[in-house]
């Protein structure tokens, strides 16, 4: 899960991070009484969304005056702020941030995020802050230090050391910089974050560290441990289609092409939509019904697939164990009878109660195609598609 920086700014300073501060508004006028709040000669206006290269997109502004604010304001609110991490449909700015403007020596990069290889935290740190940190690790590998966390221990004092040494920080600095960066750390282990990134961290022209930007993740398998923070959360910020799937327990992802897929299990959905591709189409989505899923569930998940008007066909690919093949054939009978499906459909059953599942689906008299491997059924389904386009 993700939240905006505004929250997670809060969140850090409950751990000593030094951030720059901000006031969130909604409308010109509270914008135009924020700039006042920072002394009424300077303000950094700041789109609220969950994107990066905001400032790229028209969604970062210095300002200097009352009339100023509040004009930014008015045309910031309300725009489709489109970045490289939007998409071109962009996305909608709800809410501001109105911060103080700072005096900048120097900008950093600091962040920690799991190395999965390591199976461990790893806090990375570069003298060259502001930029795709992604791009500097592959260009530029030696600007960046990344030092692994022990889950129990937490970051340690000489490692918070080496990284304020790393990016050309003075003494002085570097007392600062030391519980700033363990703070970094705590707040990112005891959340259960899977990402904790400011970019760029600053030195102000009055020798402050300060976190400029803050952008948190969240595992959201670990949110009922933060009641607080799964609070957070906003859906406008989420595909609509995404939100309607986690109400029902489905692990659902938009993607580009025009096989729709439901399956259980995420490595036989990164099998199905592999061999969807093998066979010469794209899938529409990744759409995990789990172990557990009710009929009303799987109704609910067609009901999903078919709202994405790119989708030309449905592969129903499921090994049953836990989800027996029975439960799934009467999710689909049902999921028929409520929700119109008029694009092919193909139904792959294996596992627990396979028999029961195919007798149930063969005497339902719906218009579907059996399939009895993920490989010929994902041929099928691929088939079945491209014979419906216009010629």
């Given at each position: 899960m993700k939240i905006h920086e505004y929250q997670g700014k809060e969140i850090l300073e409950g751990y000593g991070v030094r951030?720059?501060?901000?006031?969130?508004?909604?409308?010109?006028?509270?914008?135009?009484?924020?700039?006042?709040?920072?002394?009424?000669?300077?303000?950094?206006?700041?789109?609220?969304?969950?994107?990066?290269?905001?400032?790229?997109?028209?969604?970062?502004?210095?300002?200097?005056?009352?009339?100023?604010?509040e004009s930014v304001a008015d045309a910031m609110l309300g725009m489709q702020l489109v970045t490289h991490q939007t998409g071109p449909e962009g996305q909608k700015v709800r809410k501001l941030m109105i911060c103080e403007a700072l005096d900048l020596a120097a900008e950093y990069y600091v962040g920690i995020a799991l190395d999965r290889a390591l199976g461990r935290p790893v806090l990375m740190v570069s003298a060259e802050g502001g930029v795709e940190i992604e791009t500097l690790a592959l260009e530029r590998p030696e600007a960046l230090l990344k030092?692994?966390?022990?889950?129990?221990?937490?970051?340690?004092a000489y490692q918070a050391r080496r990284a304020a040494f790393f990016l050309g920080l003075d003494a002085g600095q570097v007392r600062q910089a030391?519980?700033?960066?363990?703070?970094?750390?705590?707040?990112?282990?005891?959340?259960?974050?899977?990402?904790?990134?400011i970019n760029p961290l600053v030195l102000t022209e009055q020798g402050d560290v300060v976190a400029l930007d803050a952008k948190?993740?969240?595992?959201?398998?670990?949110?009922?441990?933060?009641?607080?923070?799964a609070e957070m959360r906003d859906e406008h910020e989420e595909d609509a289609k995404e939100v309607e799937a986690s109400r029902f327990g489905l692990n659902y992802?938009?993607?580009?092409?025009?096989?729709?897929?439901?399956?259980n299990g995420a490595g036989l959905a990164m099998a199905t939509m592999d061999t969807i591709k093998a066979h010469g189409s794209s899938p529409a989505n990744f759409l995990d019904v789990g172990g557990s899923?009710?009929?009303?569930?799987?109704?609910?998940?067609?009901?999903i697939i078919l709202s994405d008007s790119k989708v030309?066909?449905?592969l129903v690919n499921i090994f049953g164990g836990i989800m027996k093949c029975d439960i799934i054939a009467r999710g689909v009978i049902a999921a028929a009878k409520n929700v119109?499906?008029?694009?092919?459909?193909?139904?792959?059953?294996?596992?627990?109660?396979?028999?029961?599942?195919?007798?149930?689906?063969?005497?339902?008299?719906?218009?579907?195609?059996?399939?009895?491997?993920?490989?010929?059924?994902?041929?099928?389904?691929?088939?079945a598609v491209t014979s419906n386009k216009p010629s």
């Open positions: 951030v720059q501060r901000g006031i969130l508004v909604d409308t010109p006028d509270a914008a135009g009484q924020a700039f006042q709040s920072w002394g009424g000669t300077a303000a950094v206006i700041k789109a609220q969304v969950h994107a990066g290269g905001r400032g790229k997109g028209g969604g970062v502004k210095f300002v200097t005056s009352l009339s100023e604010a030092l692994p966390i022990d889950p129990a221990a937490g970051l340690q030391v519980p700033f960066l363990l703070g970094l750390a705590q707040a990112y282990l005891e959340n259960d974050c899977e990402l904790a990134e948190m993740t969240f595992d959201s398998s670990a949110l009922f441990r933060h009641a607080d923070i992802i938009t993607l580009d092409g025009e096989i729709g897929c439901m399956v899923a009710t009929e009303e569930a799987i109704t609910e998940a067609f009901r030309k066909g449905i119109r499906i008029e694009i092919p459909l193909v139904v792959r059953l294996e596992g627990t109660n396979v028999e029961a599942g195919r007798t149930l689906l063969a005497e339902s008299g719906l218009d579907l195609i059996a399939a009895s491997s993920l490989d010929e059924g994902a041929s099928l389904i691929c088939t």
